[in-house]
């Protein structure tokens, strides 16, 4: 398969009209723009699941539309009751779109709320956050080395939920007590609405994806052994 165009800035005007009109008989009324504007996200997917399976191969199997996420928002125990995320967003890693194993993350939010991202954002898993705590434990010298590298630090620091106090059964005085209070893992690289519609956006992706490699590599090695919750 051949990368296609991506029209970026309709993905765009469709999420800023959305957010101008977000209720369901507008959304209903523009399903066909809606649709267009999906497909130009998933062609998006599509290009850089080829370009960074150039180094990471584990995600060349993906198919676009299985690593997407729906717009339709659950207002139940929201004080915002709009039905929809004016957004789209993916996840592209070896087992698609689910958060562990971690890998690509990508928000396109209109008026500057885009970015990508990576890492470990799943917090509700405590077993994941105690496997992560335990491997940088013992490899303490390898994460700070990933997280200290030039290459890294150009794009990144390290975000997360943190706790007040290095949590019970961990040594206070590790040299890398300070990521211990973390509860998850992640980066967040912003992007404007200008990068997006830039033609060169999907090579600048890219390489911004490509500098978390070593970061999403410790991760996935911490995490081997987990094995996601079955749903009730």
Same mark, same amino acid.
Request: charged letters at 30%.
């Given at each position: 398969?051949?990368?296609?165009?991506?029209?970026?800035?309709?993905?765009?005007?469709?999420?800023? %009209?959305?957010?101008?009109?977000? /209720?369901?008989?507008?959304?209903?009324?523009?399903?066909?723009?809606?649709?267009?504007?999906?497909?130009? &996200? *998933?062609?998006?997917?599509?290009?850089?699941? =080829?370009?960074?399976?150039? +180094? %990471?191969?584990?995600?060349?199997?993906?198919?676009?539309?299985?690593?997407? =996420?729906?717009?339709?928002?659950?207002?139940? !125990?929201?004080?915002?009751?709009?039905?929809?995320?004016?957004? @789209?967003?993916?996840?592209?890693?070896?087992?698609?779109?689910?958060?562990?194993?971690?890998? #690509? &993350?990508?928000?396109?939010?209109?008026?500057?709320?885009?970015?990508?991202? $990576?890492?470990? &954002?799943?917090?509700?898993?405590?077993?994941?956050?105690?496997?992560?705590?335990?491997?940088?434990?013992?490899?303490? /010298? *390898?994460?700070?080395?990933?997280? $200290?590298?030039?290459?890294?630090?150009? !794009? =990144?620091?390290?975000? $997360? *939920?943190?706790?007040?106090?290095?949590?019970?059964? #961990?040594?206070? *005085?590790?040299?890398?007590? /300070? !990521?211990?209070?973390?509860?998850?893992?992640?980066?967040?690289?912003?992007?404007?609405?200008?990068?997006? +519609?830039?033609?060169? @956006?999907?090579? =600048?992706?890219?390489?911004? #994806?490509?500098?978390?490699?070593? @970061?999403?590599? @410790?991760?996935?090695?911490?995490?081997?052994? &987990?094995?996601?919750?079955?749903?009730?």
């Amino acid at each position: 398969m051949e990368e296609k165009h991506v029209d970026t800035k309709r993905i765009l005007d469709y999420l800023t %009209d959305l957010e101008a009109h977000n /209720e369901r008989e507008w959304y209903h009324a523009n399903k066909e723009e809606h649709k267009r504007a999906n497909q130009e &996200f *998933e062609d998006l997917i599509q290009s850089l699941i =080829f370009r960074i399976g150039k +180094t %990471d191969s584990s995600i060349l199997h993906n198919v676009p539309k299985e690593l997407t =996420f729906k717009l339709v928002r659950d207002t139940r !125990y929201s004080n915002d009751k709009s039905p929809y995320n004016p957004s @789209f967003r993916a996840h592209i890693s070896s087992k698609g779109k689910q958060p562990i194993p971690v890998g #690509y &993350f990508i928000v396109i939010k209109p008026n500057g709320r885009s970015f990508l991202g $990576g890492g470990l &954002f799943a917090d509700m898993f405590k077993e994941a956050t105690t496997m992560v705590r335990d491997y940088i434990v013992q490899h303490g /010298e *390898e994460w700070e080395r990933i997280i $200290g590298d030039p290459s890294f630090l150009k !794009y =990144f620091t390290v975000k $997360g *939920e943190v706790l007040k106090n290095v949590p019970r059964g #961990y040594d206070k *005085e590790h040299p890398e007590a /300070e !990521y211990l209070k973390y509860k998850s893992w992640y980066l967040e690289y912003p992007i404007t609405d200008k990068q997006i +519609t830039d033609e060169n @956006f999907v090579t =600048f992706a890219t390489q911004i #994806y490509e500098a978390m490699q070593p @970061f999403h590599a @410790f991760l996935n090695k911490a995490l081997e052994k &987990f094995e996601m919750p079955m749903r009730p």
